[in-house]
């Protein structure tokens, strides 16, 4: 009997990605960066699903860094735009699918429109339990830190936390992620290999796959590629032992 559902190897339980290459994939077409960008949307969409189907439980998304206000003002209101006609047009059936969202980031400063849409995106779909779909935007790695930082030197000087208490577990409470897993995988698309300022905290053990793909071509096939490298991968955490794929 055929159980098409059924993942053909275990998946890792968090993956995270940076969806990059949308600028180059549409200047090799002749075509504005724009429509990189809403092609990428449909590459998400599809890694979205395949997410599931492989059986990831967390998906983590680098959508906009706090970086890439620098861009033209123009491209910036381009993505402003999808990322709001992706939470209408997409939420209900991102919800129907029992996908919890959980948005990382910057609150401050956005659009209130934005910030509207983000928080009914996770409150409609806080008690789902299906994949979590975290998506950063307006994230910088670094800033997290340092408003994690900020966050503590306050209880601290309040006399709420003691600074010998400060532990690597507590930090990681402070941060945006606080109750997520680390990710096992992180895939760069587009051939760039860096992080661009993307988990740095979080991806101190993480594997790292790096695949020429521009995102807006990005499928599942290339999901379970980048899968089935990271399970080639041996996983030592400092020790000696190999977790291979784990
Ligand atoms: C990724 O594609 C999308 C964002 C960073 C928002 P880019 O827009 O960075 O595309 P390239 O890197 O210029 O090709
Ligand atoms: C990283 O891509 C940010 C996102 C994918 C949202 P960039 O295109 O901004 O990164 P750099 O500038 O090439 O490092
Ligand atoms: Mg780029």
Known sequence: MSEPDVPKFDAPRHVAIIMDGNGRWAAARGLPRGEGHRRGVEALRRTVRAAGELGVQVLTIFSFSAENWSRPAAEI????????RFIRHDLAELHGNNVRIRIIGEREGLDPD??????????LTRANDGVTLVVAFNYGARQEIA?????????????????????VEKLAGFLDTTD???????????????LSNFLLWQSAYSELVFVPTYWPDFDRAALESAISEYHRRERRFGGLVARTGS
């Open 77 to 84: 209101r381009e993505l402003m735009g999808l990322l709001r």
């Open 114 to 123: 934005i910030g509207r849409l983000i928080a009914e995106a996770e409150e």
């Open 147 to 167: 408003r994690a930082a900020r966050r503590i030197a306050t209880e601290v000087a309040e006399g709420r936390l003691a600074a010998a208490d400060v532990s």
């Open 180 to 194: 997520l897993p680390d990710p096992d995988l992180i895939v760069r698309t587009s051939g760039e290999q860096r």
